[in-house]
Nanobody, 119 residues
Framework: QVQLVESGGGLVQLGGSLRLSCAAS????????INWYRQAPGKERELVAA???????NYAASVRSRFTISRDYAENTVYLQMNSLIPEDTAVYSC?????????????WGQGTQVTVSS
């Protein structure tokens, strides 16, 4: 069974940095896309960043130039480096992996980790 284990969330001041980790069972090389989502209270879930199997990346406009998604095959982990944090970044951040199969796409989710940015 695929498992995604997230870590790295916490409380940080305006302008600070955090690095989130998403460690996966099996191999991250098997997934077509791995995403970071976030959801603030009362808000809809937002796609923050994505990385494909071949290493292409995509970012939400609100985080582009501040966040960086990357992967480490040796650690079987995907990271989200978050810099210049602002209070609007406060949310639960979740790791999502997509695996294409015959006639479907399987989705796997981590437990989520809280990020709080104080003023």
């Amino acid at each position: 069974q695929v498992q995604l284990v997230e870590s790295g969330g916490g409380l940080v001041q305006l302008g600070g940095s955090l690095r989130l980790s998403c460690a996966a069972s099996g191999s991250i090389q098997d997934f077509n896309v791995i995403n970071w989502y976030r959801q603030a209270p009362g808000k809809e879930r937002e796609l923050v960043a994505a990385i494909s199997r071949i290493g292409n990346t995509n970012y939400a406009a609100s985080v582009r130039s501040r966040f960086t998604i990357s992967r480490d095959y040796a650690e079987n982990t995907v990271y989200l480096q978050m810099n210049s944090l602002i209070p609007e970044d406060t949310a639960v951040y979740s790791c999502n992996a997509k695996l294409a199969a015959l006639g479907r796409v399987d989705n796997y989710w981590g437990q989520g980790t809280q990020v709080t940015v104080s003023s």
